[in-house]
Every structure is written in C-alpha cells, then in structure tokens.
C-alpha cells in the first residue's frame, strides 16, 4: 500500500496517485484556492516524490515562458496580407449556386424530395488568415524548441532556473521554510535527518541576515538543503548543492541572475552553494561574502547540529 493510502483523510485531498499528480498541475497553472493551495503544498512537504513534479512542471512553465519570441519581419506580414486580399476579391467575385434541376418527373406523385445545396468547395473554407497565423506560430514554436533545448543542455543554466523557480514558490507558499527556527542546532539536525546532508548554517543575525529556518528543495529528483534568511523586508535563499567527487572547486563568487532574481553561485570543499534573492546586488553580495567569513571564523557552524 502506498504512503497516499496510507495518510489519513484530513487534509481533503486525493488519495489516489494519479488523482493527486492532477492537484499538483492544478497547483503549478494557479487553478486552486488559498486552502487547497495550502493543502496540496502541505503534502508535497511530507512527500519528496510530489514535490518533484512539481518542481519539473514549473521549471517547465520557467523554460517555456523563458523562450524569445521570434522577430517576424514586415515583409512577411505584407506577403501574407497580400494573400488574404487575393483571397477576400475571389470569394467576392464567386458566382452564385447554380439553380437546383427540377424534379425528374419519373418520381412518384406526392413523395417530397429534400433538396440539399451543392456542398462548397473545400477551398471556399479555407482561411488564408488562420494558416498565416499557423505560419508564425509553427515558426515560434521551432525556434523556442531549439532554444529551450539549447539552455536544457547548459548544466548550470538549467540549475539556476529551478533553484529560481524553487525561490518563487517559497515566497508564494504560507511559510518560505519547512522547519521554523534560528538555531542551527535545530535547523541543521531537522534537515539531516530527512536527507541525510546539511550545510553550515552560521547565525549572522548582528549582521542583519536572520536565519528563518530551513527547507528541503527538490532540483532534478535531487533533494537538496535549502536555508533562508531575512535581510530587511527581503529573503535569501541558500540551496547547498553536495559536491560530487569529480566535481571541481570554484572559490570565486559568480554573479547570475535567473527568473527575475538575482544570484551568486560559489563553491567550496563540500558544497555547491546558490544565493538568490530580490534583494540588490550589493547586499545579496554582502550576504555571500559575511556567510563565507562567517564559516571560517566558525568552522563549528558547518558541524554536526
């Protein structure tokens, strides 16, 4: 039996799988209420495998809205309204229905006969407006496929935007973190236990970065630790991404920017770090770089919780 059929039935959601996959893509085009927003999040919370779906399905969203319309030249807009005006003078100048023949006078006296009219051509329906439409459109969908494919092939691009999308959610969700505390001795030990990895988490609260908590962010069926914290009215998340064994240290600070927010990326011995933030880039950098003192004047943060 399954976790769904397990879990009790409070929550008022499905408990069928496929049932529940159409309540995350109604979450992921916006088509819930508050509570049921609330309820389907709350769930995808306790189960890693929801929580991807809908991590794919709005990277997806991401990288299609991402694409750049094409550039539609106004010599092919005047060659197609040139055709529509051709089409227009034809079917004014069509000649009108031929007159039906008269009855055959071999048919039975009093038998009525239902005349139907000559079906039209199948080109007198035929709108060139709608096939110039399928022109461009047919065009934008071919360039935005290469395009998508092409940012879908660049590891670190593709990356950015789901740890933007993951951004967006937490701040449209009820609460931006799944366990609520400032304590890293709490945060990280919650986090370890549900993943098995967790990053340093130093308090810089005298610095003006409170740390909220922590959350799990699922990125490529991977889940990952997630930190936040809270820089006036704005928040920062952290997503600490395990180093692989081949994977190569790059102790310089890249400043990105993906989905509207701005990033840093950077790594060290352990971890693959992403900063992301609606904040200004001079306190997002401010962050970064108070965050990487902060462990090395504390090596205890990045310790057991």
């Avoid at 108070?290 to 090596?299: E, G, L, M, V």
Wanted: proline letters at 8%; a negative charge.
């Amino acid at each position: 039996m399954s976790p769904h059929e397990n879990r009790p039935r409070e929550d008022g959601l499905p408990q069928d799988p496929q049932d529940m996959k159409l309540m995350i893509h109604a979450l992921a085009d916006g088509e819930l209420d508050a509570a049921a927003a609330l309820a389907v999040e709350r769930r995808m919370a306790a189960d890693p495998a929801l929580a991807a779906e809908h991590a794919r399905l709005v990277a997806l969203r991401g990288a299609v809205a991402s694409v750049p319309r094409p550039t539609v030249s106004d010599d092919f807009l005047a060659r197609i309204a040139a055709i529509a005006e051709v089409k227009d003078a034809e079917d004014t100048a069509e000649p009108p229905a031929a007159k039906a023949a008269p009855l055959p006078s071999a048919q039975p006296r009093g038998q009525v006969i239902a005349m139907q009219p000559r079906a039209a051509r199948w080109y007198n329906s035929f709108d060139w407006r709608q096939m110039a439409a399928s022109i461009v459109l047919t065009a934008f969908l071919a360039s935005g496929a290469t395009q998508w494919l092409a940012t879908a092939d660049n590891g670190s691009d593709s990356f950015a935007v789901a740890v933007a999308n993951g951004h967006r959610r937490s701040l449209l969700a009820a609460t931006p973190v799944d366990i609520v505390s400032s304590d890293r001795h709490t945060v990280k030990p919650w986090l370890d236990g549900r993943i098995g990895v967790s990053p340093p988490a130093p308090d810089m609260a005298k610095d003006g970065y409170a740390l909220l908590g922590g959350r799990v962010e699922v990125i490529g069926d991977r889940p990952m630790p997630a930190l936040v914290y809270r820089h006036h009215e704005h928040l920062i998340t952290l997503v600490a991404e395990p180093r692989q064994n081949e994977a190569k240290s790059v102790p310089v600070a890249d400043n990105l920017s993906a989905g509207g927010f701005l990033l840093v990326h950077w790594t060290d011995d352990a971890f693959s770090y992403w900063a992301i933030s609606d904040a200004e880039r001079p306190a997002l950098d401010d962050f970064v770089a108070r965050f990487r003192a902060a462990i090395i004047a504390n090596p205890a943060a990045g310790g057991p919780g």
